[in-house]
Every structure is written in C-alpha cells, then in structure tokens.
C-alpha cells in the first residue's frame, strides 16, 4: 500500500559549470519541470520547487507547479528542505522526499520507493536509496558514493572509499573481481520525516562529513539510523556538464 508523500525540489539558479541549469532545454522545456514531472508521476501528494531565484518559481508556477523562494545561505539541499516544512505548516510526521532538480531521468518509482520504505518502519526518521555494484572501477571511483549496510538494510557507512575493503582480492587493483552482493553505491534521494529534519538542522558539521564532504556523515555521526532501500540498478546520471545536457537531450528526444 503507498503512502502520502510530498516532494521538494530544491534548485539553485548558480551553477559554476552552467549557470542557470534548472532553466536549461530538454525536449523542449526547462529541466526543472521534467523533475516535477517525475515526481507527479510517483504520486506525490504535493509537489514543491524550493528556488533562490525568481526565475525559476515563475517558471515552475507557470507549468502548474508550486513553488517557493527559500534563504540564498542554505549550505545544503536539507537545510533547503527543513525551510519549507516550516513555512508551509507540515506536520511532523509527513514524509518528504528530497528530489535533486538535475536528475529529469529519476525513475518515478524509485520516488516513490524511497516514501515507502520510511512509511513502513519506525527506527530511522530517513530513508535512501543503493544500487550493487558490478565494476571494480566504479569500486574505486571517488565520485561513486559507497555504502555499507547492516543485516536490516540500516547504513553503517558512507564513503567515497572502496568499502568494504577486500583485503586479500585488492592486493592487485589491476586484477580485481568484484565479489557479488558485497558493494553498495548510494543513490543520493532521501525521505525524511518532517521531524527529523527539525533535529537535523540544529546539528553541527561533523569531522567526517568535513572530511568526505558528504552530509549523510552527520546524520550517523548523530547515532541516528539511515534505511538504506535497494533497487537494481543505479539511474541514469543527471546534468552536471554541458555533455550531460546533451546525452540526456538525447535520451529524452527518442
């Protein structure tokens, strides 16, 4: 049975590799609103575009979408989100689910997995996503996030190391074989309880997150617990560089 979630899309308008990305053409619309359109089709019971720029909410508003202007000095997507549940009233016990706006080929039900799975337990307030991995190099790829996970599929750790680490199979990097059912890569859509984000925000940086730059750190640091649900395999990566822009133009025009 599905639960009721809400989606929040936060988008900045700054880009260092390309400014203004959320407003870029896809199929002959803004990136921005092929999101929303994914997470209408998951289901969403409420759909909101957090933006630092007016552009972007005329933009979302006028295909139909809600849309919100939140603090420029937010220094993540969560603090981002944290700002709309207060202005909007949630409740504490609403799920929302952090949608990245450079992801238009998400699958929708990878959406709405990730609202499911918190809906269905009551350990952790957050839920994430995690694909196997089946080659060594993204293994060793820092820019693949990896994840390890307990026996109830809570996260033990983050990293942007090879973990875990086979301490006899990696003795030669060159000739690894990739053990089945070991290696997780983390798909980074969160759900979040609305209280948990109210705790969240009121945490420090912590050291680890300091050091692998990735903000999940914090949460474990914290002693809380992340469900980690899995699908089978990774999305298609979404829009960081102007290649990007064209292989997903690409996918998106067949």
């Not at 308008?13 to 929303?36: E, Q």
């Not at 039900?109 to 499911?116: C, D, M, R």
């Not at 089978?232 to 292989?247: C, F, I, N, S, Y």
């Amino acid at each position: 049975m599905s639960c009721a979630f809400k989606v929040v899309i936060p988008a900045r308008y700054g880009s260092s590799r390309l400014p203004g990305k959320p407003l870029l053409n896809i199929a002959g619309k803004p990136m921005i609103l092929h999101v929303c359109d994914r997470a209408k089709e998951a289901g969403a019971a409420q759909i909101v575009v957090a933006t630092d720029d007016i552009r972007i909410l005329d933009a979302v508003k006028n295909y139909g979408f809600d849309a919100v202007m939140t603090s420029p000095s937010h220094e993540s997507g969560t603090e981002r989100l944290a700002e709309v549940a207060e202005i909007y009233q949630w409740e504490k016990e609403d799920i929302i689910v952090n949608l990245q706006g450079d992801e238009p080929l998400i699958p929708a039900a990878y959406i709405a997995l990730v609202a499911n799975s918190l809906a269905q337990q009551t350990v952790a307030g957050i839920a994430t996503l995690a694909a196997e991995i089946v080659l060594a190099d993204e293994v060793f790829n820092p820019n693949a996030v990896k994840v390890v996970v307990d026996k109830l599929n809570y996260a033990l750790y983050f990293s942007r190391a090879a973990i875990p680490w086979d301490r006899e199979e990696f003795q030669q990097i060159d000739k690894v074989a990739i053990k089945k059912n070991t290696y997780l890569r983390h798909i980074g859509m969160y759900a979040y309880r609305v209280s948990f984000l109210q705790h969240y925000v009121q945490w420090e940086t912590s050291v680890l997150e300091k050091i692998e730059m990735l903000e999940q750190l914090r949460i474990l640091w914290q002693g809380e617990k992340i469900l980690v649900a899995k699908v089978d395999k990774a999305p298609e990566a979404g829009v960081d560089t102007q290649e990007d822009l064209l292989r997903v133009e690409q996918r998106m025009s067949s």
